[in-house]
């Protein structure tokens, strides 16, 4: 086996037997990077210099018996985390040139536990999209089929680890950010609970919706990353002073007791693929196999759910992307010499097509006239919705559903239709309204070869059983051994 | 047509984006299809159901007082476009 293809959970146990250094993991990652970079495009900003001084510290740490679980583990940033000192540009002109000057608490944490950063993944803009087209400067491809989206908006670090660029990576996920790209690009990807991990230092699309996640080779690693970015912090006041369980300790085999629901309006949904269908079919009967019971549940507002994200999502980014005005960071239009015509004019220039739509879409919400009718009742029915999913877990532990419609699409395919392009996200987005966690594993392949996710959802920080779950799925089956050919 | 040209124009201009004339159509297009597909909002029914902002139980966090290490101001000024002894420079204003 080659040194980039390890996980998480074996290249530590031969970093801490010595059997292998983390100099020589990270060379091998690089030098895997500058094997594949050129077809995959997972990178935004790449530091191999900064890396190997990391790895080289990572080193003298084992050496002395210092080790954790992720000391010395080549990770990919998604490039809307700061990190001090490293470029982090939201895949946006308006951030190209952002140096920020302090880290992000998850790359905080990754930094004190002796992780190595090897580069900034790439995303849709502000991670405003689910195919990685709406990046203002680069290009990603799905590592299975390079003419193919590796789906979004954390498509760059789903590419990265699909593509052994990096051992794992974190990516964001608002509606499905995290789910939908490691479901296309076969990898394991967790949103966890709203609150559950801190969101200081990462750019805000839609506060109320945003959490920042793993993106894995398998479950264990999952769990791994899960026990270090969790947690309070008092630099975010929407992170949840809950403690926190050692995730490592659910991967046990054992579903007897567990129920898992079936949402009936998921498996009637429009589009979907047949392929996608069947494989979601027969992991069903896999779990169940394995002694999980099994009950058809409603979520009667599913497909209210899109609308209501699609105005509350909009609606909060337009605010939050106020503060882009060309003045304390970012880009500046200097030809300008009045200000409302610097501020316009900034804007305009360093905000990509998708983002200007929905700063206008969330601006139109929530003004005069039109509050009520698009941005209250929005509000309204996601409480309808969230009650939904109380009902359902009052009768089974998880819910189990597709991630996507359909497998990865073309490139290029619906980059005109934003309005089809936001339904594909109708399995995910019902998560972060509801604020609850939801976990992507590899769950099978389409006859054209691509991979394809089955998305279990749970209560509020019930994680654990997400772990749970999953990683019986993941024992019994061979997905996500598969690597795609590059 | 859902949503107008000037409708765009006004709303961007409350956005503060000098938007591409030859994208004004397309928006305006795009953005009335969304908010047409929006409309199915109106068939639910939501009299007296309270609106949720947030997902997760949390009401208000406070914290004490103290004083805590902040950015250094250098720091806090080093990717400002244009700046000057401490300060960020706009553009005038007000003009005389």
């Known amino acids: 086996m080659k040194l980039y293809e390890l996980t998480i959970k074996k290249a530590h146990m031969l970093l801490k037997k010595k059997e292998i250094s983390s100099r020589e993991l990270t060379r091998a990652v690089l030098d895997r990077i500058d094997a594949v970079e050129k077809h995959v495009g997972a990178y935004i900003t790449l530091d191999s210099e900064m890396a190997l001084a990391q790895a080289k510290i990572a080193d003298k740490e084992i050496s002395q018996g210092n080790i954790l679980p992720l000391t010395g583990i080549p990770m990919a940033i998604k490039d809307l985390m700061c990190t001090k000192g490293l470029r982090t540009t939201c895949a946006s002109r308006i951030l190209e040139n952002f140096v920020p000057p302090y880290d992000a608490t998850v790359v905080k944490k990754l930094k004190t536990q002796g992780a190595v950063i090897v580069g900034k993944s790439n995303m849709d803009e502000f991670a405003m999209g689910s195919s990685n087209e709406h990046s203002a400067l680069k290009l990603t491809r799905n590592p299975w089929d390079l003419t193919r989206i ?247 532990d998880v819910i189990l559903s597709p991630v996507a419609p359909t497998p990865a699409f073309k490139i290029g395919e619906m980059v005109d239709d934003p309005l089809t392009m936001y339904l594909s996200d109708i399995f995910t987005l019902s998560a972060n309204l509801a604020g609850i966690p939801g976990i992507s594993v590899p769950c099978g392949f389409s006859s054209k070869g691509l991979p394809i996710g089955l998305q279990i959802m749970a209560k509020h920080f019930d994680e654990g059983k997400l772990i749970k779950i999953a990683y019986n799925f993941e024992q019994a089956t061979n997905f996500h051994k598969k690597k795609p050919n590059l | 047509m859902k949503i107008t040209k000037q409708e765009v124009l006004h709303v961007a201009n409350l956005a503060r984006l000098d938007v591409d004339k030859v994208l004004i159509d397309k928006f305006a297009g795009q953005i009335g299809t969304i908010l047409e597909y929006v409309d199915i909002l109106k068939s639910v029914e939501t009299q007296g159901v309270t609106p949720t902002s947030h997902a997760i139980f949390l009401t208000n966090a406070f914290r004490e007082d103290d004083e805590k290490q902040s950015l250094d101001g250098d720091l806090a000024l080093s990717n400002a476009p244009e700046k000057e002894d401490g300060n960020f420079i706009v553009p005038k204003v007000i003009n005389s």
């Open chain 1, 150 to 396: 590796p789906g979004g908006s954390s498509g760059g670090s789903a590419a990265a680890v699909a593509a052994d660029m990096c051992i794992g990576s974190l990516g964001s996920d608002t509606g499905g950010s995290i789910r939908q790209p490691a479901s296309h690009c076969g990898v394991v990807g967790m949103k966890p609970t709203y609150g559950r991990v801190s969101r200081f230092g990462l750019v805000a699309f839609a506060s109320s919706l945003d959490q920042i996640g793993p993106l894995t080779k398998d479950v264990t690693d999952c769990a791994m990353v899960m026990n270090v970015i969790s947690g309070y912090d008092s630099a975010d006041s929407t992170s949840v002073p809950e403690d926190v369980p050692d995730y490592t300790s659910f991967l046990e085999n054992d579903l007897k007791g567990m129920v898992v629901g079936i949402p009936k309006e998921y498996s009637a949904g429009k589009g979907l693929d047949p392929d996608v269908s069947d494989a979601v079919k027969n992991a069903v009967e896999k779990i169940q196999g394995m002694g999980a019971g099994c009950v058809e549940i409603s979520l009667p507002h599913t497909e209210h759910a899109v609308a209501a994200y699609y105005v509350i999502a909009p609606s909060e980014a337009s605010s939050n992307l106020a503060r882009y005005d060309g003045v304390k960071y970012g880009y500046r239009d200097k030809t300008k010499e009045n200000l409302m015509e610097m501020y316009k004019s900034t804007r305009s220039r360093g905000f990509g097509p998708e983002v200007q739509r929905r700063i206008i879409l969330g601006t139109y919400s929530l003004s005069a006239g039109y509050y009520d009718a698009y941005y209250g009742k929005a509000s309204q029915v996601r409480t309808l919705i969230i009650e939904d999913f109380k009902k359902a877990f009052e009768i089974c």
